[in-house]
């Protein structure tokens, strides 16, 4: 293999973990910011537990999404690498 190959597949490979990132980031401020802050008033219409909806996306919500955008982001990276590594193993034995 040579090197502009090699180049090109990093590339590639670091093309697909940013735009996995950035969608999830979209995701957390939508979340965070949007749910917590900028529709608040529109949340706090609804009532879960007792206490308005926007301010438990506030103070529980965001914290929850934020960790569940951690384990999408590890187990999509796991096969994004996987999908990677079985790529270069099968162009390593030609």
């Known amino acids: 293999m ?7 597949r990093d590339t590639e490979y670091w093309r697909e973990n940013l735009r996995l990132l950035g969608a999830l980031l979209v995701i957390w401020f939508t979340s965070s910011f949007g749910l917590g802050i900028l529709f608040v008033e529109t949340l706090n219409r609804v009532h879960v537990g007792g206490f308005p909806l ?13 960790i569940v955008l951690i384990l999408v982001y590890a187990l999509w990276m796991d096969r994004i690498d996987a999908r990677h590594l079985e790529a270069d193993a099968s162009r390593d034995d030609v």
């Open 2 to 8: 040579d090197g502009d190959e090699r180049e090109r």
């Open 54 to 66: 926007g301010f438990w996306f506030a103070q529980q919500g965001a914290i929850y999404i934020f």
